[in-house]
């Protein structure tokens, strides 16, 4: 079946840390969920799907009003063309898809795992549940390559303002099962949501289940544990 394709603006872009860079974008009546992803289409990065599509997680809470790609910024044709867009200039979008959401009427405790710049969708599902006011019943395990850390100031203060939320940010550590249910084990009785590089999301969330825990995958392909 056919995809309806749109057409976004970006309106700017930002430095976060390290070589992550957030990219704006309108959101022309879009009305996603948080933790939805969507496809995007640059043709001018080249001819094959291989060189100009990619899946992003979209950052952004659906209450901030625009579009957020924030993305490590890599020497592939599709990262490069990104970086390279002024404000003004379009990209093509697929349909919103997804389900790496929190459950709309649940305030039960969930522990929430990042490998790097699976950080993403978390950004968008806690902000938009303070923004909404629901309490933030969640333990975010944070795992990061270096101590440059995207989002660490407004992840922090998510914590500050809210005392059921709890914050831990790992680094420099490999992200196994085990560490995860050392630094939280009351995932072993709560929904686990993992997001990070696809191989460690695939082979982490399988050691999980394989130990009766529910988990909610968000695979990010293109990283692995030399560059999340």
Same mark, same amino acid.
């Given at each position: 079946?056919?995809?309806?394709?749109?057409?976004?603006?970006?309106?700017?872009?930002?430095?976060? *840390?390290? $070589?992550?860079?957030?990219?704006?974008?309108? /959101?022309?009546?879009?009305?996603?969920? /948080?933790?939805?992803?969507?496809? %995007?289409?640059?043709?001018?990065?080249?001819?094959?799907?291989? !060189? $100009?599509?990619?899946?992003?997680?979209?950052?952004?809470?659906?209450?901030?009003?625009?579009?957020?790609?924030?993305?490590?910024?890599?020497?592939? #044709?599709?990262?490069?063309?990104?970086?390279?867009?002024?404000?003004?200039?379009?990209?093509?979008?697929? !349909?919103?898809?997804?389900?790496?959401?929190?459950?709309?009427?649940?305030?039960?405790?969930?522990?929430?795992?990042?490998?790097?710049?699976?950080? @993403?969708?978390? #950004?968008?599902?806690?902000?938009?549940?303070?923004?909404?006011?629901?309490?933030?019943? /969640?333990? +975010?395990?944070?795992? $990061?390559?270096?101590?440059?850390?995207?989002?660490?100031?407004?992840?922090?203060?998510?914590?500050?303002? =809210?005392?059921?939320? @709890? &914050?831990?940010?790992?680094?420099?550590?490999?992200? @196994?099962?085990?560490?995860?249910?050392?630094?939280?084990?009351? *995932?072993?009785?709560?929904? &686990?949501?993992?997001?990070?590089?696809?191989?460690?999301?695939?082979?982490?969330?399988?050691? +999980? =289940?394989?130990?009766?825990? @529910?988990?909610?995958?968000?695979?990010?392909?293109?990283?692995?544990?030399? $560059? %999340?």
């Amino acid at each position: 079946m056919e995809q309806n394709i749109s057409t976004l603006k970006l309106i700017s872009s930002l430095d976060e *840390a390290g $070589n992550v860079r957030t990219f704006i974008f309108e /959101a022309k009546g879009l009305i996603w969920i /948080a933790g939805q992803n969507q496809g %995007y289409i640059l043709p001018q990065a080249g001819e094959t799907e291989t !060189e $100009n599509q990619r899946w992003f997680t979209i950052a952004s809470a659906p209450s901030e009003g625009a579009i957020h790609i924030s993305t490590r910024v890599s020497d592939s #044709r599709f990262k490069q063309t990104l970086n390279a867009m002024k404000p003004g200039d379009e990209i093509k979008a697929f !349909e919103l898809g997804g389900d790496f959401t929190w459950e709309e009427e649940s305030d039960e405790p969930v522990v929430m795992v990042a490998g790097g710049i699976g950080v @993403t969708p978390f #950004r968008s599902i806690l902000l938009e549940r303070h923004k909404a006011g629901k309490p933030l019943n /969640a333990t +975010l395990l944070y795992f $990061n390559r270096s101590e440059e850390v995207p989002f660490q100031i407004e992840l922090q203060r998510l914590s500050d303002k =809210h005392p059921e939320f @709890t &914050l831990r940010i790992v680094i420099g550590e490999q992200i @196994t099962a085990d560490k995860i249910l050392e630094l939280a084990p009351q *995932a072993k009785k709560q929904m &686990l949501y993992l997001s990070g590089p696809e191989q460690m999301v695939k082979s982490i969330g399988s050691k +999980l =289940h394989e130990r009766g825990i @529910t988990v909610k995958q968000d695979r990010f392909p293109g990283y692995d544990d030399k $560059n %999340y």
